[in-house]
């Protein structure tokens, strides 16, 4: 193997530790307490881990930590009104609702109901047209902890060319937005592309989020390139399952000069990044200065 494996975890826990200190100094010199609302219905398996290791992470970093359980038959109108609610919590400087929401709830209008000020995932689309005219927004968390890492690889990224592959509204097109403002010369590749290997051969940055175990090869990745691999797939390995990502790592290590694995990479970078939203949601709401490293 020849690339450096970048290591997302230990990334993780130094924005972890930037962002305790940062709420150590909000509450000793500001005497603010920044809090994160989480609001889970249902009873989505996936989801639940999410919102325990937030809860756990965000009292970890010295934050308050509002939780709200509510059962799959929640109504839109109850699901609106306790949104209503946090958007009017001085003590509340992020919320988050979790997704998938159940299928009767429609997610854009109760995504868009969020004040876009708390709207620490990035997702309102207020903070998606700021974004995309390169404004100040909340940044999505995964694209948000990508653009970390990269930034910490190579410093500047103004004339790479990025290519990245998948154009969801979570990952792929906020991870554009977000290297166009690095001046990268970026592409958005997807299941349509015509020759996907030619296209990632031109890349000095892949970004892989497609959802697609193993689709990048080795032999797609042009030699030296920075390979973020944002995927999480479960597969089946012998009689046991394994988390493999977008990228055949083993192939995709031996070509790249940097690569992040799975598990370990990207992975941690989400909520690492969620607790430095909430910080910074909590600066701005103050009109405080907001804490360096941890935005866009
Ligand atoms: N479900 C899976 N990932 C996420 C995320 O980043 N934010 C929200 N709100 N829901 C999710």
Redesign the pocket.
Known sequence: MTATVIDGQAFAATVREKVAAHVARLKEENGITPGLAVVLVGEDP??QV?VRSKHKQTVEAGMASFEFKRDADLTEAELLALIAKLNADPKVHGI?????LPPHLDSDLVINSIDPAKDV?G?HISNVGLLGTGQKAMV???PLGCLMLLRAQHGSLSGMNAVVIGRSN?VGKPMANLLLGESCTVTIAHSRTRDLPGVVRQADIVVAAVGRPEMVKGDWIKPGATVIDVGINRVPRGEKTALVGDVDFASAAEVAGAITPVPRGVGPM?IAC?LANTVTACCRAHGLPEPEGLTA
């Not at 988050?96 to 998938?100: C, D, E, G, H, R």
């Open positions: 996936a989801s999410y988050l609702v979790q997704l998938p995932d997702f999505p968390c995964t979570i989400t969620l």
